[in-house]
């Protein structure tokens, strides 16, 4: 079909044969562009990308959706990041399933808006059986709600809301006592979300008060008692304790029955950050690491991460559906008061919602759930291995036992001043990034800098990561050889 009028951009039943010839032609550019893939990026520099983008005319339209797919494969598919390639090990990324990148399609092209019942009808009711699966293998209750989110810093922004607008809720006369605040408990190894959300909710980022972790860098119930009690004798109000189930940099699990015990003491909302670590619902052999999960008031679980979603697909749950209303506002244009549908709009801070959890309903119905949990648990033997080779050999320090899929690690040969070796991360992750075969991530853990490896591919192997190891030791070899003056810059930086 020859595109002459706007209306010939547009999907429908008159246009449906074009459209399946603009897919394929898509298909095409990126099935083509994966099969010569072989390093997770290009190795291009930033300026020169910045001219590559710089350089296209938005005001002079190129006519036609097949010319406008080449030039996006030269401008992103050329260029783009691959997870699945087993160079990268960089962060929170995992390659993604079939099935979901299926239903992606279908989500897209219908353009299903999951707010409202009347804009959605199955759509609604396929997304509230999934709430109530993953509920259900969290073991919320029969009482849980829940709702699909953008990700992980949505879902805890949401748990947040509800827990400041419950605490008031219960207070007398629904208000803080005179020159009292809320305050959140949380550990410095929680997501950075929580300090935003904190201030986002008119809180202030100083409302987290940090409480110490034990020698694993797990939130040690006993401080967080102590800490809550220190927060009372100001006169202030513990609003929510945030454990963690799976933390960033460490992939640590709080021990969440002792903290639940302290939790319930207080009186106040449990929320468990389960972004990272809530794959482990569907795992058969590490489940109970997930023990106590049950008692949380909220939970967040990015499908993103550990169930192999393309983003964005996450999800916030609670234990009592009720709380929820604290999100809900009646429009009469939109879910006027009295409406019996399943207005999901209700429980949301968005209004227009993208159908994502049809990527993840197509993806258990396609592989199912044991399947699912076994590939992330490939991930995390897979860590464990990495981290036995790291720790064997001589010229790496590792950081720690790996709890999921994350190994900290230095470069810091034999002969190497540790001051040198610390200088030596950042270098070696830009001179990797800027090469392009491997990508790693670092960060920043008991006042150290390390290199990290995030390992969320099932398909990635031993020998891929120790190929990776090798161009991490030739990296910084290259950076003691060639540039001393910068090593010395960023040892003393």
């Not at 009808?121 to 009482?143: D, I, Q």
């Not at 008061?337 to 209700?346: M, S, T």
């Not at 990034?433 to 853990?445: K, M, Y």
């Amino acid at each position: 079909m020859t595109e002459h009028t706007p209306s010939s951009h547009l999907f429908s039943g008159g246009t449906v044969d074009h459209y399946a010839a603009v897919i394929t032609a898509a298909l095409g550019a990126l099935t083509d562009r994966v099969r010569v893939v072989r390093r997770p990026r290009s190795g291009a520099a930033q300026e020169d990308l910045e001219d590559l983008v710089a350089g296209v005319d938005l005001d002079a339209p190129l006519g036609n959706t097949f010319s406008a797919l080449k030039e996006t494969s030269r401008l992103y598919l050329e260029h783009a990041v691959w997870f699945h390639e087993p160079g990268y090990v960089a962060h929170l990324n995992c390659p993604v399933a079939i099935p979901a990148l299926a239903a992606d399609l279908l989500a897209s092209a219908v353009n299903t808006s999951v707010d409202t019942y009347d804009q959605s009808t199955t759509a609604t009711l396929m997304e509230r059986r999934l709430v109530a699966w993953t509920a259900a293998r969290a073991g919320l209750g029969p009482a849980a709600d829940g709702i699909f989110t953008s990700g992980g810093t949505q879902s805890n922004l949401h748990a947040l809301l509800l827990a400041r607008d419950e605490t008031l809720a219960r207070l007398p006369g629904g208000t803080l006592p005179a020159g009292a605040r809320l305050r959140i408990l949380a550990t410095g190894q929680s997501h950075f979300s929580v300090a935003k959300s904190a201030r986002l909710l008119g809180l202030g980022a100083d409302a987290v008060v940090p409480v110490p972790t034990d020698e694993r860098h797990r939130m040690d119930p006993v401080a967080l008692a102590e800490a809550a009690a220190r927060v009372r004798a100001t006169g202030d109000v513990v609003m929510a304790v945030v454990a963690t189930a799976g933390t960033t940099d460490l992939g640590r699990i709080d021990p969440l029955p002792a903290i639940a015990d302290v939790a319930r003491d207080l009186g106040a909302w449990l929320h468990v950050d389960a972004a990272y670590g809530g794959a482990l619902l569907v795992s058969r052999r590490r489940r109970h690491l997930l023990d106590g999960i049950e008692r949380a008031d909220s939970v967040t679980v990015d499908f993103h991460k550990g169930f192999f979603q393309p983003v964005a697909s996450s999800a916030v749950l609670v234990r009592d559906g009720a709380t929820m209303r604290h999100v809900t506002h009646h429009a009469a244009y939109l879910n006027p008061r009295g409406e019996r549908a399943p207005n999901q709009v209700d429980r949301s801070l968005q209004t227009t919602r993208r159908f994502d959890a049809l990527k993840l309903w197509v993806t258990l119905r396609a592989m199912g759930a044991d399947a699912i949990g076994d590939a992330f648990d490939a991930c995390l033997d897979l860590a464990t291995q990495v981290a036995e080779d790291l720790g064997a050999a001589p010229d790496v320090e590792v950081h720690s036992a790996p709890t999921l899929s994350t190994v900290l690690f230095r470069w810091t040969p034999a002969a190497l001043d540790p001051a040198v070796a610390d200088g030596l991360v950042a270098g070696i992750r830009e001179r990797l990034f800027d090469e392009g075969e491997a990508l790693v991530a670092r960060t920043v853990v008991d006042g150290r800098p390390w290199l990290k490896f995030t390992l969320l591919d099932p398909g990635t192997t031993r020998d891929d990561v120790r190929a990776v190891l090798d161009l991490v030791r030739a990296a910084g070899a290259e950076l003691l050889e060639g540039t001393p003056a910068l090593v010395r810059e960023e040892v003393l930086a």
